[in-house]
C-alpha cells in the first residue's frame, strides 16, 4: 500500500521567518499526483498547492513552494514570510494517476509566533 | 454559499443508533467522496462515487453505507453508531479528469464532527 510520512508533528516559525515542512512517500507508480492540504482551527481543508509527478518543474503558489525531488520520493513544502494565518494543520498527500483516491499523511501541527 | 455543504455541522448520539450525515454540492462535480479524520491519523477514505451509479468502498467502509441520491447528493450512514466512529467526518467533490487522464483537485465540505457516546 502506498505510504505517505510527515515526519514532523509539530513546527513552529517566527511571523515573517520560512520554515520548511516534510513530506516523504512510498510508491512505484509512474504517474501520481501531490498535494498540501491546509486545515485551520475552523476545520476547513484547503487545498494548498498540487504538483504533478510528470513535471520536473516545482509548484508554486504565492508565499508557499514544494520542493519535489521525485528519485527521493520527497514533497517539501516552504511557507515564506510567514503570517499569523498560516498556523494551522498541514497534510501532505499523494494521488495515483486517475485512481482519484487520496492518500493523506498524518498531519504537522505548525505555530506562528508573533 | 459553500460548494460543497455538509450537514449537520456537529451530532452528538448514543451507541446503537443509525446515523446519516448528508452532502450535497453545487460544484457539478460528477465525483464525490467521504473521508474520516482521527487525530494523530489524517484523513482515511470511507466511500467514493464516481457518479450516481457508481459506488465503491474505500479503505475503511465497514461499518459505513452510503448512497449516491443524485449527482449533487452523497449521504453517509451508520447503521449502527459505535463510540470508535467518534471522529471529523468530511466529503469531497471532484470534477472528471481532464484529457489525457489528468485527475481534477479534491474540494472538500467544512466537515461533521461526529461524537458516540
Known amino acids: 500500500a502506498q505510504t505517505v510520512t510527515q515526519s514532523q508533528p509539530e513546527m513552529s516559525v517566527q511571523e515573517a521567518e520560512t520554515v520548511t515542512l516534510s513530506c516523504t512517500y512510498d510508491?512505484?507508480?509512474?504517474?501520481?499526483?501531490l498535494f498540501w492540504y491546509k486545515q485551520p482551527p475552523s476545520r476547513q481543508m484547503i487545498l494548498v498547492i498540487r504538483q504533478e509527478a510528470y513535471k520536473q518543474q516545482n509548484a508554486t503558489e504565492n508565499r508557499f513552494s514544494v520542493n519535489f525531488q521525485k528519485a527521493a520520493k520527497s514533497f517539501s513544502l516552504k511557507i515564506s514570510d510567514s503570517q499569523l494565518g498560516d498556523a494551522a494543520m498541514y497534510f501532505c498527500?499523494?494521488?495515483?494517476?486517475?485512481?482519484?483516491?487520496?492518500?493523506f499523511g498524518k498531519g504537522t501541527k505548525l505555530t506562528v509566533n508573533p | 454559499d459553500a460548494d460543497v455543504t455538509q450537514t449537520p455541522r456537529n451530532r452528538i448520539t448514543k451507541t446503537g443508533k443509525r446515523i446519516m450525515l448528508e452532502c450535497s454540492q453545487t460544484?457539478?462535480?460528477?465525483?464525490m467522496y467521504w473521508y474520516r479524520q482521527d487525530p494523530g491519523l489524517g484523513l482515511r477514505l470511507i466511500y467514493y462515487?464516481?457518479?450516481?451509479?457508481?459506488?465503491n468502498k474505500g479503505e475503511i467502509s465497514d461499518g459505513y453505507s452510503v448512497s449516491r441520491q443524485a449527482q449533487a447528493k452523497f449521504s453517509l450512514s451508520l447503521e449502527s453508531a459505535i463510540p470508535n466512529q467518534t471522529a471529523l467526518y468530511f466529503c469531497a467533490t471532484s470534477d472528471r479528469p481532464r484529457a489525457g487522464g489528468r485527475s481534477q483537485p479534491q474540494h472538500f465540505g467544512d466537515g461533521t464532527r461526529l461524537s458516540i457516546l
Open positions: 498527500a499523494w494521488e495515483k494517476g486517475g485512481s482519484e483516491k487520496l492518500v
Open positions: 462515487s464516481f457518479d450516481v451509479k457508481d459506488i
Open positions: 510508491t512505484s507508480e509512474s504517474d501520481y499526483y
Open positions: 460544484k457539478g462535480h460528477d465525483r
